[in-house]
């Protein structure tokens, strides 16, 4: 399956290591990959996190968004920095609320996925929700339009 | 824009909006060139409030908080005038659909929205929709506080939420500032109920897990009082929580209130509590700066306290007793002596429900502008709401309202139906509802004899899916096939008060479509021979119990 990251419209080369199942890789911890599937739950790598370099989250149909939660989890709540690849079926649409929730690499087969993902940061300018991406929100930014605007009244 | 005094787009949502129009125009080229399926396409136009129904495409437009500008009425006009044909349709969620539009014109129809600050972005699809509102938030006498701003607050979050955008199932939420429910707030994913604690302070109460459709259930109290700066943090959690493990194996199991049903609500309170401690005090905790600014846009319009008996309209009412009818039921109490609130009735005799030419609403734009401050609602009830009417003014905005067919007397009374589409224009549907409603709503016609019968909701679903909120009505009317026969179930009992919430208790075998007016002429006899003084028929009903109806109902048809 091609495997794209931010800056290229075309594939890149997947040379990491594989990622084992969840409970494979409680089992011997061998690698720094895990694949989690929608239903597991995050939180069992807690204590594990430093160790791993690549999580891949699991979208078995498009239009089934528990991987977006899990990627929130990880990210903001356990403060996962390594490599978060979206796997499964994943479509260019998606790609503004992948890359919002922290995802940073994607498989994906559909034509133009990489010309889409050069733009899906820039496709909308505005955001309203506080995310690990940490793009201020437009209620962020009226928040210091007001405080810049009073501050230069007094 | 005249003065509004709602919440007007700054530049931030307009931008947003915008660029939503443009994304959109790129995936519905992308469709029509063939590089998106069907089946890929379909969620996307979901979200963008494009069904494809039984005859064309129905655009659902958002009306959040069914809050509206006079120019924002007539740009829906326009909108129904060039993309569709020439009427729309008001729903039971605040929303506006028009039943005939173009994909290839979808795109423009949706920036023509954009030019007045509107969208219809998350009016379907598995996401937040639209969130809904007391159709009197800001004008009524029994508010605690305008739960506009609460809504605004939710809507921006909810908007293109990265998280939230592919749940297990539509999401639905509604907030009510006053004691009386006119948001049926148990009745939705999540109900959202302003209330002053004994310490003077306003907060939640969060209702989850209530809804209609096949499986109609009250929702449960999660928190009791939630402090109002922690909002989008209590909905975050509830949300997650329902992202995570709500099911996914059953289209009719998918909702929160199947989640809350099936682990208790005790264990629902557990598993949001937790979430929710790990996002308290984060970046979704509400400053007080941005609340206090969004709540100075819904600041009410300049009133000055004015004579509550005005001569002209005391004579009228003396010599025109249609005039004094419609004062009775369309006229609500407003917080501002001297005015009222005026509901315009879309349910003339005969009509189907919620239904309005574009001439129509260019006329109650008029209207609003002349006597409203240019604003309108839109009730979940299907009717339209002029909020800041001056009594004096009262005589003219009937008089006008009745030009336009919208002055029936009829608001919370028999002929006052909720009704959904129906198979007329639904694919979802089993049988017809309007023509049924129709039917009722003519048999029914004499305004005396309404105001007679006093209160009474009577509601009509096509099909199971309950968007008639039939299980809620004191009559309730489901549309059944039973081998390409179109029957009808009735319930009694149904209702949305706050405090007696209920779900309406079936009458016994369905009847022919031709036997439904029968039927309700029967249950209305049976309340009329047993009524106590200023009891309703739902209040007789739940004295006598369903037997004495069920036998006259079955007698009759």
């Known amino acids: 399956m091609p495997l794209y990251r931010e800056g290229s419209a075309a594939p890149v080369a ?53 991987a977006y939660s899990q990627a929130r989890i990880l990210r903001e709540r356990l403060g996962y920095g390594g490599e978060l690849r979206a796997v499964g079926n994943v479509l260019q649409d998606q790609l503004p609320f992948l890359l919002r929730c922290g995802f940073d690499s994607f498989e994906s087969e559909q034509k133009g996925f990489g010309e889409a993902l050069l733009k899906a940061r820039t496709l909308f300018s505005v955001v309203y929700q506080p995310t690990e991406d940490g793009r201020p929100t437009a209620s962020q930014l009226r928040l210091l339009g007001r405080r810049v605007m009073l501050a230069a009244a007094e | 824009m005249p003065d509004t005094h709602f919440y007007r787009y700054d530049e931030y949502d307009r931008r947003l909006v915008a660029e939503r129009v443009e994304q959109f125009r790129d995936q519905v080229r992308r469709r029509l060139a ?105 004008a009524a006498a029994d508010e605690i506080e305008d739960p506009r701003v609460w809504c605004e607050i939710v809507r ?101 209130k199947i989640l809350v ?55 009228l009412k003396l010599g025109d007793p249609d005039f004094a009818l419609w004062l009775k039921s369309n006229v609500a109490p407003h917080r501002v002596p ?38 309108i609602r839109v009730s979940h009830e299907q009717n339209l709401v002029l909020p ?20 029936e007397a009829n ?50 679903s096509g099909c199971i899916n309950a968007c008639g909120h039939h299980h809620v009505g004191h009559i309730g009317i489901l549309g059944v096939d039973k081998n390409g026969v179109e029957l009808y179930q009735i319930s009694l009992g149904g209702d949305v008060d706050f405090g007696q919430t209920s779900l309406g208790t079936i009458l016994g075998p369905a009847v022919p479509a031709d036997r439904v007016v029968e039927a309700v002429e029967a249950l209305v006899a049976v309340y009329l021979d047993a009524r106590r003084a200023g009891e309703r028929f739902v209040d007789t009903y739940r004295r006598l119990g369903i037997q004495p109806f069920k036998e006259r109902v079955y007698a009759a048809v």
């Open chain 2, 338 to 375: 001297g005015h009222a609130i005026v509901t315009a009735s879309l349910k003339p005799a005969g009509a189907p429900p919620g239904d309005a030419s574009a001439a129509q609403m260019e006329g109650v734009a008029d209207i609003a502008d002349m006597y409203s401050f240019s604003e």
């Open chain 1, 14 to 66: 997947d040379d990491g290591p594989a990622p084992a199942p969840l409970a494979d890789w409680l089992g011997d911890r061998r690698g720094s990959a895990v694949a989690l599937l929608n239903t597991d739950d995050a939180e069992a790598l807690r204590p594990h996190l430093a160790a791993l370099t690549l999580i891949t989250l699991h979208f078995p149909k498009f239009s089934d968004g528990r």
């Open chain 2, 34 to 138: 063939g590089e998106l399926t069907e089946e890929q396409f379909k969620p996307l136009r979901l979200t963008n409030g494009l069904y494809l129904q039984l005859h064309a495409y129905m655009l659902r437009i958002a009306i959040p908080y069914g809050t509206l500008s006079s120019r924002q009425l007539r740009k829906l006009a326009e909108i129904a005038r060039k993309y569709d044909r020439g009427y729309g349709h008001f729903t039971t969620r605040q929303n506006l659909q028009l039943h005939w539009i173009k994909l290839e014109q979808a795109p423009d129809a949706i920036a023509a929205l954009a030019e007045v600050d509107m969208h219809s972005i998350q009016t379907s699809g598995n996401c937040v929709r639209n969130t809904t509102a007391d159709h009197f938030a800001g």
């Open chain 2, 261 to 315: 049903h099936e682990i208790g609500a005790e264990k629902m309170r557990e598993e949001v509590e937790a979430e929710y401690r790990s996002m308290k005090d984060s970046a979704l905790k509400l400053a007080p700066e941005t609340v206090e600014a969004i709540a100075r846009q819904f600041a009410p319009p300049p009133l000055r306290p004015g004579r509550t008996r005005v001569p002209e309209v005391e004579a």
């Open chain 2, 411 to 460: 608001v919370g009374k028999i002929t006052d139906i909720i009704a959904c589409p129906g198979l007329d224009y639904c694919s979802l549907a089993n049988a017809r509802s309007i023509p049924v409603a129709q039917r009722i709503s003519t048999r029914f016609a004499a305004l005396a004899r309404q105001h007679d019968i006093g209160d009474l909701k009577i509601k009509i």
């Open chain 2, 156 to 256: 921006q979050w909810s908007t293109l939420h990265p998280e939230f955008s592919f749940l297990p199932r539509k999401f639905k939420i509604a907030i009510t500032g006053s004691p009386n429910d006119r948001a049926a707030v148990r009745v939705h994913d999540i109900g959202l109920r302003l209330w002053r604690n004994d310490e003077g302070e306003v907060g939640f109460e969060v209702i989850v897990g209530g809804g209609l459709g096949r499986t109609p259930m009250i929702g449960k109290t999660l928190r009791e009082f939630l402090p109002r700066d922690e909002l989008l943090a209590y909905l975050e959690a509830t949300l997650r929580v329902y992202n995570r493990y709500g099911r996914r194996d059953n289209l009719f199991k998918a909702r929160i």
């Open chain 2, 388 to 407: 800041h009417v001056a009594i004096e003014d009262l005589p003219a905005v009937y008089r006008a309202l009745g030009r336009l067919g919208f002055a």
